[in-house]
């Protein structure tokens, strides 16, 4: 199964809701949790958020391994925060040799994890519900984008397996040469950057060819083109725009009535 393939049940509620409807909500609810740097808020939408995820069609045991990268970034986070963080003011709890873990520290960890999950998680809801075809369909007929732009990014969505592969292939490749790590964790940062590299050329290979590959089938011909699915905006995807700015304006407000709100622009 694809990373970026869809894994929702089609027949689920907001699963069935346009494309473009669910990611106005997820901006609108990303936005309101990008105002504050406390860890009330985003606690709060952490957890409506998960309250809805059967609504998407999604189990528990999926999101967790899609959103497993997520998770690890966070944790970087709270790691990076407890160990270089300049501001040391609240209580100590932990003093081990230069480290000084206190309460200042933590609560400005848990909040940046905290918003890092809860604004990284409507966009895996998305788009683990969502066709790519639906969305680029969506896109032209709902916002007037682009026929080229729409039909562009759905092929890189569409290529976006690929990575994956080639990854694989390249560091099989390596090794069969005998370009090993090992346990030397230099040298697998030295590999890591230039397979890394090697990546990023070949996807702009690849990017150049497609590109030359639909101009020459006409996708800029400027010639209006048909749509095989129409895609309609209804009271649901309204409904699901407000109650996504709703989760937003209860989290924040949450946080204003308990004291925690901490703005991003003081």
């Known amino acids: 199964m694809s990373f970026a393939a869809p894994i929702a049940r089609p027949d689920a509620p907001l699963a069935r809701c346009n494309p473009v409807a669910k990611l106005a909500a997820g901006l609108a609810l990303s936005f309101a949790l990008l105002a504050t740097l406390d860890p009330v808020a985003p606690a709060i939408a952490l957890a409506l958020e998960?309250?809805?995820?059967?609504?998407?069609?999604?189990?528990?045991?999926?999101?967790?391994?899609?959103?497993?990268?997520?998770?690890?970034?966070?944790?970087?986070?709270?790691?990076?925060?407890?160990?270089?963080?300049?501001?040391?003011?609240?209580?100590?709890?932990?003093?081990?040799?230069?480290?000084?873990?206190?309460?200042?520290?933590?609560?400005?960890?848990?909040?940046?994890?905290?918003?890092?999950?809860?604004?990284?998680?409507?966009g895996i809801m998305i788009f683990a519900s969502t066709d790519p075809t639906d969305?680029?369909?969506?896109?032209?007929?709902?916002?007037?984008?682009?026929?080229?732009?729409?039909?562009?990014?759905?092929?890189?969505?569409?290529?976006?397996?690929?990575?994956g592969y080639e990854w694989r292939m390249l560091s099989l490749a390596r090794r069969a040469r005998g370009v090993d790590a090992g346990r030397n964790p230099f040298a697998a940062i030295k590999i890591f950057s230039s397979t890394t590299f090697a990546l990023l050329v070949?996807?702009?290979?690849?990017?150049?060819?497609?590109?030359?590959?639909?101009?020459?089938?006409?996708?800029?011909?400027?010639?209006?083109?048909?749509i095989a699915r129409p895609q309609r905006f209804g009271p649901a995807d309204w409904l699901l725009i407000a109650a996504a700015a709703a989760v937003g304006a209860v989290a924040i407000g949450a946080s204003v009535i308990l004291g925690t709100f901490d703005p991003l622009l003081s």
């Open 50 to 122: 998960l309250a809805v995820l059967p609504l998407f069609g999604i189990r528990y045991s999926d999101l967790l391994r899609r959103a497993a990268p997520i998770l690890f970034a966070a944790l970087g986070v709270v790691l990076t925060l407890v160990v270089f963080a300049a501001d040391r003011s609240g209580t100590v709890l932990v003093h081990i040799g230069p480290i000084v873990v206190t309460t200042g520290i933590l609560a400005s960890a848990l909040g940046l994890s905290l918003r890092l999950l809860a604004i990284s998680l409507p």
């Open 135 to 163: 969305l680029a369909n969506a896109l032209v007929q709902n916002t007037r984008a682009p026929a080229r732009f729409a039909i562009g990014a759905l092929a890189a969505f569409r290529l976006m397996p690929l990575l």
């Open 202 to 226: 070949g996807a702009i290979r690849r990017g150049t060819r497609l590109a030359t590959a639909m101009d020459a089938r006409g996708f800029d011909s400027g010639v209006p083109r048909t």
